[in-house]
């Protein structure tokens, strides 16, 4: 069974943190239906979805993925790096706790945003970014090496997250948009793609990918490589520097 944990967009979603966008105006109605489709493509599918419980006080709450990461089957509850966004981690823990999923935590000083976090095979990429600091990196790296990950350290400073930047099919070529990546010669096997939002996929099995529909070249690319490829809008998280990837936790059981 797969289970998808979610929470429903705050009706102050566009007061979320920005830092490499300006801010423009953003719709909370359609962000809410964008939400629900977003939901649905994963219910269509079979997954099993858990609503982490609504916090309207936390405006980015919506970006569940920050708040706990996925290891095989422990959960990694994290301490993001934005003060505005460290309450959110007291609903994604009772949602772990009440879905029966353990879960360890990074404790402060360390600081860790899941959009940090891009795992290909047992290699485990983070992003040192605004968010997720070195200590954070030095908890995740203690808690995952016993457990056989290797945890690789990536500088990001053109993206808020390093997943804004790049994300990685299923046969885990890592997949970005050169102006927003700062070295892909890091990444044994790179694929650019066109488009800035081409940047983020889900993977939701070996043969098909979650991705916005705001990048139809890319879209393309993946389809000529013999992927089956979702698209669905999201532009009003993409506003909020959010993509398909941080919009969800995946629960592989
Ligand atoms: N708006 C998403 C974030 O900055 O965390």
Redesign the pocket.
């Known amino acids: 069974m797969s289970r998808l944990l979610v929470r429903r967009p705050s009706p102050r979603l566009a007061e979320?943190?920005?830092?490499h966008l300006e801010r423009v105006p953003v719709d909370p109605a359609l962000a809410q239906r964008q939400w629900e489709a977003y939901v649905d493509v994963y219910r269509s599918l079979g997954w099993d979805v858990i609503d982490i419980e609504p916090d309207d006080a936390h405006?980015?709450g919506v970006?569940v993925e920050?708040t706990v990461v996925m290891f095989g089957d422990l959960a990694l509850l994290t301490r993001?790096g934005?003060d505005s966004?460290r309450g959110e981690i007291d609903t994604t823990r009772a949602a772990l706790e009440k879905a029966g999923i353990g879960f360890a935590a990074i404790e402060a000083p360390g600081t860790l945003?899941g959009?940090d976090v891009l795992k290909v095979g047992r290699t485990v990429y983070v992003g040192q970014t605004l968010?997720t600091n070195p200590e954070g990196i030095r908890q995740m790296d203690a808690l995952l090496a016993p457990r056989g990950w290797t945890v690789v350290p990536v500088e990001v400073t053109k993206v808020?997250?390093l997943k804004s930047g790049v994300t990685a099919l299923p046969d885990g070529t890592v997949i970005g948009y050169p102006p927003l990546v700062d070295d892909p010669s890091i990444y044994p096997q790179f694929l650019a793609v066109p488009e800035e939002h081409g940047t983020a996929v889900v993977v939701l099995d070996e043969d098909t990918v979650l991705m916005s529909s705001d990048a139809p070249q890319s879209a393309q690319l993946f389809r000529d490589r013999g992927l089956t490829v979702i698209e669905t809008p999201i532009s009003e998280f993409e506003k909020?520097?959010?993509c398909v990837t941080?919009l969800s936790v995946r629960v592989r059981d």
């Open positions: 979320g943190e920005l830092t405006a980015d970006f920050d993001p934005a966004r945003d959009g968010r808020l997250h909020l520097e959010g941080c």
